[in-house]
């Protein structure tokens, strides 16, 4: 009897033990927080950081804190080609680059990067956020196990030197910095320019020992490393247009619980906007103060520029597939 009695509360006590283990654990399910470590290369400054930390605090909110993006400006988790790559590794779970950053990647943002390629903003997010586009997204989650998740705007690319520009016979001989995009390069070549690829991070240095003798960039960027210390005038070609694009792991992204991605996917929509919003309220300041810091600001003639280079994309349809620029022009009509 007495054994009985004892194997009977023995049960009932392994059983409050396994409810209690379960209870805990459910517990513990319910207040487990995801981490997402998302880098870029801008400062604290740079609206690209601003849109981040808005696309943060929004996945936070919806998420009852559940899911945390840590944004890790300047490069800390990766520059360049270093930071994408870690994203198609899995390394680092978020990202942002631009198009002829994914060029590396996959050879069609090349195009995007192009110069003259679209007629305006306007037109070219009619382009990404088309069948176009998506080709071309899920070209890179093929190959690069990359989502692109959201696509920013940094504005147009202009030209800095320390002389006047009025026409692309006036670049004649300048050694002008791009980044290593192979369309850019023969688009400069075409302009009787010398381009000369190098790393955003060694361009004022360059510019200021005379290693180059002019660069271009968005606005944001111009300001962000200070070139009108270094550089006299900005001539405002506006030869290409500068999506900013919010990456993810794929692999990350799929781990990810239904409920999240939606939370993501809606947060990448507040990256958007924000981008837009911070540029489109910035860009006449932008002008501003570089007007203020001394830089003598030129309206070239944009047609000889364009004219210049309309045909330069033929000479690369093996690399991001035939057709594919007359799909872009088509697009945009």
């Given at each position: 009897?007495?054994?009985?009695?004892?194997?009977?509360?023995?049960?009932?006590?392994?059983?409050?033990?396994?409810?209690?283990?379960?209870?805990?654990?459910?517990?513990?399910?319910?207040?487990?927080?995801?981490?997402?470590?998302?880098?870029?290369?801008?400062?604290?400054?740079?609206?690209?950081?601003?849109?981040?930390?808005?696309?943060?605090?929004?996945?936070?909110?919806?998420?009852?804190?559940?899911?945390?993006?840590?944004?890790?400006?300047?490069?800390?988790l990766g520059a360049g080609s270093t930071l994408v790559e870690n994203i198609s590794l899995g390394t680092v779970d978020m990202g942002t680059g631009g198009p002829g950053l994914l060029s590396r990647l996959e050879p069609?943002?090349?195009?995007?990067?192009?110069?003259?390629?679209?007629?305006?903003?306007?037109?070219?997010?009619?382009?990404?956020?088309?069948?176009?586009?998506?080709?071309?997204?899920?070209?890179?989650?093929?190959?690069?196990?990359?989502?692109?998740?959201?696509?920013?705007?940094?504005?147009?690319?202009?030209?800095?030197?320390?002389?006047?520009?009025?026409?692309?016979?006036?670049?004649?001989?300048?050694?002008?910095?791009?980044?290593?995009?192979?369309?850019?390069?023969?688009?400069?070549?075409?302009?009787?320019?010398?381009?000369?690829?190098?790393?955003?991070?060694?361009?004022?240095?360059?510019?200021?020992?005379?290693?180059?003798?002019?660069?271009?960039?968005?606005?944001?960027?111009?300001?962000?490393?200070k070139f009108y210390e270094v550089q006299k005038y900005l001539i405002l070609t506006g030869h290409a247009l500068n999506p900013e694009i919010l990456l993810i792991s794929e692999k990350k992204f799929q781990n990810l619980?239904?409920?999240?991605?939606?939370?993501?996917?809606?947060?990448?929509?507040?990256?958007?906007?924000?981008?837009?919003?911070?540029?489109?309220?910035?860009?006449?300041?932008?002008?501003?103060?570089?007007?203020?810091?001394?830089?003598?600001?030129?309206?070239?003639?944009?047609?000889?520029?364009?004219?210049?280079?309309?045909?330069?994309?033929?000479?690369?349809?093996?690399?991001?597939?035939?057709?594919?620029?007359?799909?872009?022009?088509?697009a945009q009509e």
């Open positions: 009897m007495r054994n009985t009695l004892r194997s009977r509360l023995i049960f009932c006590f392994l059983c409050i033990v396994v409810i209690t283990v379960l209870l805990a654990g459910e517990i513990f399910a319910e207040q487990k927080v995801t981490i997402l470590r998302l880098g870029h290369i801008f400062p604290i400054t740079h609206p690209i950081q601003k849109a981040t930390l808005a696309m943060a605090d929004y996945v936070k909110e919806k998420s009852d804190g559940k899911l945390i993006i840590e944004v890790h400006p300047q490069g800390a069609a943002w090349g195009l995007i990067a192009g110069q003259y390629v679209f007629k305006d903003a306007e037109s070219m997010f009619k382009v990404l956020g088309g069948p176009i586009g998506e080709e071309i997204r899920n070209r890179l989650i093929t190959k690069r196990d990359i989502r692109v998740l959201g696509i920013g705007y940094l504005g147009a690319r202009h030209l800095t030197a320390n002389k006047p520009i009025y026409k692309p016979e006036d670049l004649k001989g300048l050694k002008i910095r791009i980044p290593n995009i192979p369309l850019r390069k023969a688009s400069f070549i075409a302009w009787n320019a010398a381009p000369t690829p190098m790393a955003f991070s060694e361009v004022y240095l360059a510019l200021k020992q005379g290693v180059v003798d002019g660069q271009e960039n968005p606005l944001p960027q111009i300001i962000a490393a619980s239904e409920e999240y991605r939606n939370i993501l996917l809606e947060g990448a929509k507040i990256f958007e906007e924000t981008s837009f919003e911070e540029y489109n309220t910035l860009k006449y300041e932008l002008l501003e103060k570089l007007l203020d810091e001394g830089m003598i600001v030129m309206k070239p003639n944009i047609e000889e520029f364009r004219e210049a280079v309309k045909d330069i994309p033929y000479q690369f349809e093996e690399e991001w597939g035939e057709g594919l620029y007359e799909k872009v022009l088509k």
